[in-house]
């Protein structure tokens, strides 16, 4: 079972972890914000991309953004999205 973490403050009733499916990254993004459009504004452009700003792990492992056309999610993984941060 794939499972999708999101940032706690995305959710207001604190639910962070959710069942995804496997296959191509971008793709499992996709249906991701399709199962559950509370997340779709802040997971897809206009064009139903997933943002290039946020970064996204596949287990303990942070997916380059040149990559992640590449990436495959397999049956077993957890796809961490971590939202981007600004700071001084």
């Known amino acids: ?13 604190g639910r962070t972890h959710f069942e ?6 971008d793709e499992v ?6 199962r559950h459009p509370q997340f779709a504004r802040r997971l897809l452009d206009a064009d139903g991309k997933p943002f290039r700003y946020l970064n996204i792990c596949l287990d303990d492992d942070m997916i380059p953004r040149h990559q992640r056309a590449d990436a495959t999610v397999g049956p077993d993984t957890v796809v961490t999205i971590i939202s981007p941060m600004a700071g001084g």
Do not use: Y
């Open 1 to 13: 079972m794939v499972r999708i973490v999101v940032p706690a403050v995305w959710t207001p009733l």
């Open 20 to 25: 995804g499916t496997s296959g191509p990254l």
């Open 29 to 34: 993004i996709g249906d991701f914000a399709t």
